[in-house]
């Protein structure tokens, strides 16, 4: 017995350094498939083992625990081959939720079989607080799907909603605490109350949160994701759930504070205040006018450049464009320009949305850069091509204190000489905020489907020859 526990916790050891591998890996574009694969090794190692464990000899049932690892497994291999790259942000938040709700139901079933005579208040604690932070995930990652997904408004405002809220977490948090001091004797009730008001809190938190906020949100229900693992991991005495899960949520914290930064909002401003809209202020008027451009003047402006920056947005996503710019990347290219892609760290619905977007469709790692790396040299381009992308080129996060992105760092487009947006109409961006770069003297407006005006700017390269 002795030798069998030794060798499954030496097991876990190792799926913990592939986990941490992975995600060493995840870190950089070029070695991100790498990280999946060894992550993934990672948890195979971590799963067979665990069915060895002398704790599970007698106590479940082998065909139901095979039976439901098949079925989810064959769901996600088939889901994750069919999903569209557009649709990404809404599996992501989809799967996460799935983390959130598998701890919460662990934390259950848990608190549902403690025994008064053995059960720990620390343990019991543990318990009641990853259960109410996988159930907040969990909740809250739905209502994310379906904004993502289109199903739901973008955000849901009604009169005392954040007191609605404080209330309905101050009594979850209060029934938590009584089954956390129960000794393990748990009534049902009380705990089935518990997960009703802490799944109503994920969704009621979540509603009034707008889409512009999206990446910030699903990289903070993954960190929550994460740490109710941890803390299921802790209940369990299971070293590969506790290191897994403080891997996840680690990482999660920090991509949160990044996407946070990117936008220049507090956490709580992202949580408890509405983004975009009314500024509540007296903005900074629109001056000048929209300037239309035809695509064979566009592409003759680019054919004859010496740099390009392409600024790529969720609109490029919509349209399923990026296979068509690379194309064009392609023509340009030859042609000896000098090609380079801007990210902005929020730009789409996920974190990374545009770099996947740009990997699927082949462009190279090395001319893609982040906003510190090519920042300064929007001054020295002769066109910069926004497309599909908003908020992240609004000049007035620089000029104008009374906008809601005031002080958010955004891509100096507005810095090219020449400046061309291809959009399909003229409406403001998800945030709801005029674009003051549309109208500035040195942009011209491309107007159409992302793909299309791509082809049209390669049809009218092909012809200069």
């Known amino acids: 017995m002795d030798l069998l526990m030794t060798v499954i916790n030496v097991a876990y050891f190792v799926a913990a350094i592939l986990f941490i591998v992975g995600l060493k890996q ?81 934390g259950a079933i848990y608190l549902l079989q403690a025994d008064p005579e053995t059960s720990s208040d620390v343990i019991l604690a543990i318990a009641v607080l990853g259960s109410l932070i996988g159930s907040v995930a969990f909740s809250g990652s739905m209502v994310a799907f379906a904004k993502l997904q289109g199903l739901m408004n973008t955000t849901v405002h009604f009169p005392g909603q954040q007191w609605l809220n404080l209330v309905l977490f101050a009594v979850t948090v209060l029934l938590g605490a009584s089954l956390a001091l129960s000794g393990g004797d748990v009534n049902g009730g009380v705990l089935l109350v518990f997960f009703v008001l802490a799944l109503a809190f994920g969704v009621l938190m979540t509603l009034p949160i707008g889409g512009a906020d999206m990446p910030v949100v699903i990289s903070l229900y993954n960190a929550l994701t994460g740490l ?14 506790m290191i897994a899960g403080i891997v996840v949520g680690a990482a999660g914290t920090l991509l949160t504070q990044l996407m946070a930064k990117a936008m220049n909002r507090k956490i709580s401003n992202v949580l408890f205040k509405q983004f975009g809209g009314s500024s509540g ?53 030859q042609r000896d320009v000098a090609v380079k892609f801007a990210i902005h760290p929020v730009a789409g619905r996920m974190p990374g949305h545009m770099n996947v977007l740009l990997a699927e469709a082949g462009v190279p790692y090395d ?65 709801g905020i005029e674009n003051h770069l549309f109208y500035a003297d040195n942009t011209r407006m491309l107007y159409g489907d992302g793909q299309k005006a791509a082809s049209g700017l390669i049809a009218a390269i092909k012809e200069i020859g």
Request: no cysteine; aromatic share 6%; proline share 5%.
């Open 281 to 333: 202020g007296d903005a900074e008027s629109v001056t000048g006018s929209l300037k239309p451009i035809e695509a064979s003047d566009a592409g003759i402006m680019m054919a004859f450049a010496n740099k390009v920056i392409i600024v790529p947005g969720y609109g490029m996503a919509v349209a399923q464009a990026q296979h068509k710019i690379w194309e064009l990347t392609q023509l340009l290219i």
């Open 367 to 431: 001319i893609i850069y982040d906003l510190d790396e090519i920042n300064n040299e929007f001054k020295t381009a002769d066109v910069a091509i926004v497309i599909g992308a908003n908020d992240v080129v609004n000049p007035v996060a620089r000029t104008d204190p009374d906008s809601p992105i005031y002080g958010m760092p955004i891509l100096n487009a507005d810095q090219a000489k020449n400046v061309i947006v291809i959009k399909r109409g003229q409406g403001a961006g998800f945030s």
């Open 26 to 106: 995840m870190s950089s574009p070029t070695t991100a498939r790498r990280g999946i694969i060894w992550a993934g090794i990672g948890m195979v190692l971590a799963t067979v083992v665990t069915f060895a464990h002398p704790e599970l000899k007698g106590t479940v049932n082998y065909l139901l625990i095979v039976l439901g690892i098949a079925i989810g497994g064959g769901v996600a291999w088939w889901s994750g081959r069919r999903v569209a790259m557009t649709d990404m942000p809404q599996m992501i938040a989809l799967y996460n939720g799935m983390g959130g709700g598998a701890a919460a139901g662990i």
């Open 228 to 241: 109710a693992v941890g803390f299921k991991g802790l209940v369990l005495d299971n070293p590969a759930l």
